[in-house]
């Protein structure tokens, strides 16, 4: 199985997406932008609290399956929107796959307004890529490949340490369990300064 035929896999989670809500806040009328959307499962329930919602990716066969019309392709590293934005943006498990960090938050910094909020969802992972074997024996038939799949070993002191520099305020960062998927995944809330 190839790259992208394994994300055209990956639906909705409710047990996520209900913590996405409880640190998001998402309110009518609000811009919001998922970064890494793969088809848009998310991106279609924001929908049920704001028309406002954008989803982007890189993967070109996941948006041509998109589930809904709010989804394009824009790279996590050069964002296709213009300064100040949108009033929120979340990332769900898009991180650990960036090859740069730094420029992730950069751009995220550039496109959200100020005092707007930032959750991104990625993997507990005590040891680089264990969350990621199984994915890559589906993927690649190898569970050593996994380090292939997630790039980076991300933890709120890691984020912590890119956003020093940047106009970011660390909110809260919480390890939660999925029950649905049996796995921990942290929730980083961040905040742009004024």
């Known amino acids: 199985m190839k790259n992208n035929e394994y994300r055209q896999t990956i639906n909705f989670n409710p047990i996520r997406f209900k913590t996405l809500i409880k640190y998001l806040k998402p309110k009518k009328g609000e811009k919001i932008l998922d970064i890494g959307c793969s088809r848009g499962f998310y991106v279609r329930e924001m929908e049920k609290y704001t028309k406002e919602i954008r989803g982007v990716d890189i993967d070109r066969i996941s948006l041509k399956k998109s589930v809904t019309k709010k989804v394009e392709y824009s790279d996590a ?6 300064e100040n934005t949108f009033d929120k943006v979340y990332s769900l498990h898009t991180i650990e796959h960036t090859p740069d960090l730094t420029k992730f938050f950069k751009e995220i910094e550039k496109v959200l307004k100020p005092g707007g909020k930032v ?6 992972e005590p040891i680089l890529g ?3 074997i199984g994915a890559a ?3 690649y038939g190898n569970p050593f490949m996994a380090r292939k799949i997630h790039l980076h070993k991300v933890n709120p002191k890691k984020i912590k340490e890119i956003i020093k520099n940047m106009s970011f305020s660390h909110i809260e960062s919480k390890l939660t369990f999925n029950l649905l998927i049996l796995f921990y995944e942290y929730f980083t809330v961040l905040r742009k300064n004024k």
């Open 77 to 82: 590293a050069s964002l296709n929107f213009k």
């Open 119 to 124: 959750v991104i969802a990625y993997p507990y």
């Open 130 to 132: 264990i969350q990621a």
């Open 137 to 139: 024996i589906e993927m």
